[in-house]
């Protein structure tokens, strides 16, 4: 588990790029709000009380478009989507 740092919910172009590097190694990698953390997790590791801000498959999506990792971070902080995503197989 990889923990980001953050203020309150908001991600950064450090989060995402955290997020990018260990999904590219394991096509898993989750960002969730935890107790007020943004975190990176596999989806093994996602519990019901974690708020899901992204799922690996929305970074992929708006990283093929968005020019740097500012822009993706720029993207799913006004995602409308946001904190509404679920997972198959989660606890979720």
Do not use: H, Q
Request: glycine share 6%.
């Amino acid at each position: 588990m990889r923990t980001a740092p953050c203020i309150a919910d908001t991600m950064t172009a450090e989060i995402v790029e955290a997020a990018y590097g260990l999904g590219n190694e394991n096509d898993d990698a989750n960002l969730v709000l935890d107790n007020d953390v943004v975190k990176i997790l596999t989806a093994k590791e996602i519990v019901s009380s974690m708020l899901l801000l992204a799922p690996w498959e929305v970074l992929v999506e708006i990283g093929e478009y968005a020019a740097n990792f500012a822009a993706v971070a720029d993207e799913l902080n006004n995602d409308p989507y946001r904190g509404k995503y679920t997972l198959a197989g989660t606890a979720l």
